[in-house]
């Protein structure tokens, strides 16, 4: 129970936990549709509301660039695909509704490693697409890091 008290008291908080900047009660998300899905469920866990009238926000959360790649990593003898890397690169600024910035452009990026199976097309596709999930979960994640770390004392 002490310790408890003492990490709430030295400012500790879990992942994840982490307050959004006043600023950001009510945010509009503008940007990428494929985005937004996952950007309203972290601000909605930070304790944000997500509005879709833009003239009632305190905060604009501008998705500016959404990109997924796929490079090849090794091939074989033959030069067949083995390896491949799937990543996702976000970039992203908050702003005040009055126009202050809140959050400069920032960049975030994620990536992973899939060995693909010739003999298994169908599963490395469903495969592929899980991870392209879980990566963009993942720069939505370290984006909302990034996004409570600005917040102003």
Sequence with gaps: MVA???????GF???????????????????YNTM???FRTALESHGARVTAARDEATAVLTILKNKTGTDVLTV?????????????????????ADGHTLVDRQSVTASRAIKFNVKGVLGSERE?????RELQRDVVSLAMLRIAAAKKP
């Design 4 to 10: 408890a008290l003492l990490l709430g008291a030295c």
């Design 13 to 31: 908080h879990l992942r994840g936990t982490a307050p959004l900047p006043r600023e950001m009660a009510i945010t509009y998300l503008d940007g």
């Design 36 to 38: 937004t899905d996952d």
């Design 76 to 96: 074989d003898l033959g030069g067949k695909v083995l390896e491949y890397r799937l990543s996702k690169d976000i970039q992203f600024e908050v702003m005040t």
């Design 128 to 132: 592929a697409e899980m991870i392209r």
